[in-house]
């Protein structure tokens, strides 16, 4: 269903499967994808999730591809 990815500037990017087009719904979305990784997650608001005791912003892009639909994906940027 996703894919993340961690790097070393505190910030996690989750390619979604699915698209969503309000905020709630992905906030949702990638929250269930944290928790379904092992970790602990809590909303806070439609931009802000705690994640094991570390504040983070959602951000969303939407990637084009040649051949197929864009790709959604949900960026978490520590704060």
């Known amino acids: 269903m996703f894919k993340s990815n961690r790097n070393l500037n505190h ?3 989750i390619e979604l499967d699915e698209r969503y087009f309000d905020k709630n ?3 949702h979305a990638v929250a269930q994808h944290v928790k379904n ?3 602990q997650c809590e909303i ?3 931009n802000t999730l705690v994640v094991d005791g570390k504040k983070y912003h959602l951000y969303e ?3 084009a591809a040649t051949y197929c639909p864009p790709v959604q994906r949900a960026i978490l940027m520590e704060e």
């Open 11 to 13: 910030k996690i990017v």
């Open 44 to 46: 806070i608001d439609v």
């Open 25 to 27: 719904s992905l906030m």
């Open 61 to 63: 892009t939407n990637v």
């Open 37 to 39: 990784e092992g970790k």
